[in-house]
């Protein structure tokens, strides 16, 4: 529901713009407290050993929970394309970060919402395995490190190894007795920290949307709207509407009311529908414009920045000293260390603009590549002549990796872990490689280089103020933003120099004839005189 106030602006009206903000209103409520309090369920007042045992005590009253959530993209990492059919998840994942989750299950399960998922032997039917406290933990003190196979923190540790900083056991009796409505905060623990650190993966998501001003966020503005991610988001048995993988690109007709006749809320439309502007010329540009495209001007909106680049070729670069070298940016950013290579981060990003229809393909483990260009781990679909595509704005990722040249396809390389940092401590690529490729399943030639590689995400997130959207400008012109989308004629930036001449020619013709024609009516009026 992406809208509430702002949905005055559409053809609903006034009746549906004050159903809508009491909806929003109801579901803040929601938020604050729920219908039962926790804190006095016997069942909860006890202490737990391990997440597994809260998730036993939460399926006494929540029968049907888990079963539900061992349906969803949150609990199978997996996701399958309705129009193109290609499934991507969890045994082919591959990306710019670290790489695949095959073979780093210990760390990557830190954001999966379950226990116990270490290896590909991990049992998906297992119900008590189902981690209720990540998304529903109302103290804020639920933390899960990498590097124990998605289970909280059982016992106080040093963290990260070697750093003198320590992080406290989590009291789960606690959590278990202040269960809440996902707040930004739950849902944030994950999606605002992808790709390692804060800001990193998605660009138009980061830790500011926790408490945002209406300049960073219109609708999440905690002084304002103050929407949370299932505002919009909405959740049916644990399902939760909009992907980050099947995006609805296009949408027309009316907004509705959400729970009526909305199957998908999380799209501008829902609300505001694809007329919102009562202008004419500006309406005809959702025909092939996106709303995110003029209302998110910059993602990344703030000192936190965004990675735009992780190149792993330069892993194993020594210091002078010939010790592992740690270098931050200027910001306080990760910018450069031994067993990782190096990044590049920037702030208030523009984004680039393509064609995108809702279709995304992926490249995943096994797939063959042409090294002598940029591999796309990811690219959106969609062209000028697709009335299902528009105009996106979106994030461009790009990396360097390793793959094997004999069998030209990328390779999975063991970087999380425990026992990946003792493997790189030896800055073996050799080994990070075989480990990854023997957990994957796959050959490896034992000969291997480095390629360039992209991820293409569309952005959605971080949607200014109406004040802020982009000017008639900063499109319509020869440099503009979209001087480089094809197949659409703009007024400003496409042009024959011939037309023009022509054009010129007219107008001054034009002008001759209203100077000539105001000159005989000047004479004529004073010989009538």
Known sequence: MCGATLVLTTSLGLAVAK??????????????????????FPELDRVFKTGPEVTQACLICHTEAARQVQHTKHWTWQSKDPKTGQVRGKKNIINNYCTAVVSNEKDCMACHAGYGWKDQSFDFSVQKNVDCLICHDGTGTYRKLPGYSGHPVYKRVEFPHGSGKFVEAVDLRKVAQSIQLPTRSNCGSCHFFGGGANGAKHGDMD????????????????????????????????????????????????AAIRGKSDENPAACQACHSNKPHHQARLDQHTDHIACQTCHIPEFARNDI????????????????????????????????????????????????????????????????????????LSEVGGGPEDPESRIWPTKVHRGKQPYDTVNMTLTVQHTGGEDSTALWHNYDWQKAIGTGMKAAGLPYSGKFDFVETELTWPITHMVAPKQDALSCEQCHSKNGRLKDIEGIYMPARDGSRWLDIIGWALALLTLIGVVVH????????????
């Not at 709207?225 to 048995?237: D, I, P």
């Not at 990760?334 to 229809?357: C, L, T």
């Not at 105001?518 to 005189?529: F, L, M, Q, T, Y």
Request: charged share 30%; glycine share 10%.
């Open 305 to 376: 920045g965004t990675e735009l680049s992780w190149d792993w070729s330069k892993a194993t670069t020594m210091g002078p000293d010939g010790k592992r070298m740690v270098r931050k940016d200027s910001a306080g950013r990760r910018a450069f260390d031994s067993q990782k290579g190096e990044w590049k981060w920037e702030s208030y990003v523009i984004p680039e603009y393509r064609w995108f229809n809702g279709t995304s393909t992926y490249k995943v483990i096994g797939d063959k590549i042409d090294p002598s260009k940029p591999v796309q």
């Open 207 to 254: 830790s500011s949307l926790q408490h945002p001003g209406r300049y960073l966020d219109v609708h999440m503005d905690e002084k304002g709207l103050n929407f949370s991610c299932t505002t919009c988001h909405a959740t049916k048995r644990h399902e939760i509407t909009g992907s980050r993988y099947n995006i609805e690109a296009a949408r027309t007709g009316e």
């Open 19 to 40: 159903a809508v903000e009491s909806d929003a209103q109801n579901a803040a409520a929601a938020g604050r407290m729920s219908t039962a309090d926790h804190s006095k």
């Open 518 to 529: 105001g000159a005989i009516r000047v004479v004529n009026s004073r010989k009538a005189g």
